[in-house]
């Protein structure tokens, strides 16, 4: 590790770990009750005495988040792909994706409860909240290849599969993996979100309905263990998928040239 | 070839040239873009088999679209192309290099095969042939962004190469490459021209770069795009560096500049070349 890079972490660590003593020392001196606002100590705790309740919730969150993000993969993939085939398509379709996006989820979420079970209306609105990025961004990238590649390919006569397979595909990787980054965020708001709105208790309830719940029981240490949680998953959902552009990308794309040395 | 002035006709060089058989003849060449422009009017020009043909003209001129006619991008609005034999085979050249980021060198070379459905170890003799023309051998491996503009355009020109065409239509191709890096380039290509013994049909609107490459310059004029003069270098194919110290590049660099003045409308200067 160079001199760089160790104040490129030492920094924000530092930064983090005096913020952490601050907070610790006011609710010391000041006496402030847990109930208001609990020490970074006993938020720690609370994590490790609640950890079976608090870590079946989060595979529930996990999985929901993982599972939206997947569908919005296929299916933003998928339609980008027949978006690409024909203008008409796009046209027909790319209205509604749009209204989709713009209407918030938190409104749509108390409609598809009247419809589906609420495990799968979750799980629906972590999808609708991940899709439209990757289907922006996918779209955009189908057709954004050098025209003079295009030119190239039609001069050297190539098939429609050929141009698709070979140009425009790899093309749109730089985008669709943009797009994904964004969506790995936004499917795990999503399905908290979504969660607070169904508001199911129970096995199968999230770490976003153990923060309802806390707060309605003033149980505040875990109120704030619960959010950490949620902090860390979204932290490594991020770090996770930068990692996985970075494998793809890093043998020719412009946006990796800054990490070679 | 009724509308274009013939400047200078006869010698050695010239003679040689005019005996090639043609290879295309553009008759009263017409192309309007869908927008209403009019790319080229009225353009005829014989293209001759084995020739190193340059296109010289200001931007607007047609000069590109003469190129894209030629390698049948598209068709003209008006007029025809005629074959001398069957249609040849195509190289294309751009202005960028126009490689795939994404590839290695051997797969941006393999790619005009690769899209005639010829397999990479058929391929491989072939590719690493052109590479070595173009003085790559051993790049194979490398992405485009670990080369240098000159090299970009080196592999950009290997993958022209690649399927040994007939005629090398270029466009531009060094006019974003530095001073060094072009003069190089440019020797490179004669070299490579004769020793293939290709017709190389070369767009630029480089003075200099037209007299020392080509058998003949056609000079065109813009709006509409046209041909208004046609000038033979009378200098033996293969040039070298020498080539730009005698009165017969002089002479030409001249006779050149003056035309393309006449072709944009400007009064040509009197002393030019000194």
């Given at each position: 590790m ?12 530092l ?21 208001l ?60 994706a749009?209204a ?80 994904l ?7 795990l ?8 709105a ?37 932290i ?26 | ?8 006709s006869g ?12 290879l ?7 192309k ?15 293209i ?11 931007s ?58 010829v397999?990479?170890e058929?391929a ?33 020109i ?24 072009r ?15 290709a017709?190389?049909?070369?767009v ?12 003949r310059?056609?000079?065109?004029a ?41 072709a ?11």
């Amino acid at each position: 590790m160079n001199r760089d890079d160790f104040i490129g972490y030492a920094v924000p660590a530092l930064t983090l770990g005096m913020g952490l003593v601050v907070w610790e020392a006011v609710v010391r001196f000041f006496d402030i009750p847990p109930y208001l606002l609990p020490a970074p100590s006993i938020i720690i705790s609370t994590l490790f005495t609640d950890w079976p309740t608090l870590s079946s919730s989060l595979w529930v969150t996990l999985s929901i988040t993982l599972k939206a993000l997947l569908a919005a993969v296929i299916g933003s993939v998928t339609l980008a792909v027949i978006f690409a085939q024909s203008r008409l398509v796009e046209r027909a379709f790319y209205p509604f994706a749009v209204a989709m996006q713009v209407t918030p989820i938190v409104a749509i979420a108390p409609l598809l409860l009247i419809y589906l079970s609420p495990t799968v209306a979750v799980l629906v609105c972590a999808f609708l909240v991940a899709f439209f990025p990757l289907l922006a961004n996918t779209t955009l990238g189908l057709s954004s290849a050098d025209h003079n590649l295009v030119d190239l390919f039609q001069m050297y006569r190539s098939t429609r599969f050929q141009q698709f397979m070979l140009l425009r595909l790899p093309s749109a990787l730089p985008y669709f993996l943009a797009g994904l980054r964004i969506s790995g965020g936004l499917a795990l708001i999503g399905a908290i979100v979504a969660e607070i709105a169904a508001g199911s208790a129970g096995q199968g309830s999230g770490l976003a309905y153990r923060i309802v719940e806390s707060g309605f029981r003033l149980n505040i240490p875990r109120m704030f263990a619960a959010l950490l949680l949620i902090s860390v998953a979204g932290i490594t959902i991020h770090v996770l998928l930068t990692a996985f552009s970075h494998w793809l990308l890093h043998e020719w794309h412009d946006s990796e040239r800054a990490s070679e040395t | 070839m009724s509308k274009i002035v013939a400047l200078r006709s006869g010698g050695g060089a010239a003679a040689s040239n005019a005996n090639r058989p043609t290879l295309a003849t553009f008759k009263g060449v017409d192309k309007v873009f869908a927008n209403r422009v009019t790319a080229l009017s009225g353009l005829d020009l014989e293209i001759r088999s084995g020739e190193f043909l340059s296109l010289l003209g200001p931007s607007g001129c047609g000069k590109s679209t003469v190129l894209r006619l030629l390698s049948g991008l598209t068709s003209p609005s008006r007029g025809e192309i005629l074959w001398g034999c069957d249609r040849p085979e195509f190289g294309f050249v751009f202005q960028e290099p126009t490689l795939m980021p994404w590839s290695d060198v051997f797969s941006n070379v393999w790619l005009p095969l690769r899209l005639a459905g010829v397999s990479k170890e058929k391929a491989r003799a072939r590719v690493e042939d052109a590479l070595a023309k173009v003085g790559l051998a051993g790049f194979a491996k490398a992405y485009p962004r670990q080369l240098s503009g000159g090299m970009k355009m080196r592999v950009s020109i290997a993958r022209a190469l690649v399927t040994r065409p007939a005629v090398l239509l270029m466009d531009e191709p060094f006019a974003a490459l530095d001073e060094i890096t072009r003069l190089k380039l440019n020797d490179d290509l004669a070299e490579l021209q004769s020793s293939l013994n290709a017709t190389v049909v070369f767009v630029t609107h480089s003075v200099f770069e037209s007299v020392y490459l080509a058998d003949r310059i056609v000079v065109m004029a813009a709006r509409p795009g046209r041909a208004v003069a046609e000038i033979t270098v009378e200098a033996p194919p293969l040039r070298r560096e020498g080539f730009r110290l005698t009165a017969t590049y002089a002479d030409t660099c001249r006779r050149t500049s003056q035309a393309l003045h006449v072709a944009m409308g400007e009064a040509p200067p009197s002393e030019l070349c000194q």
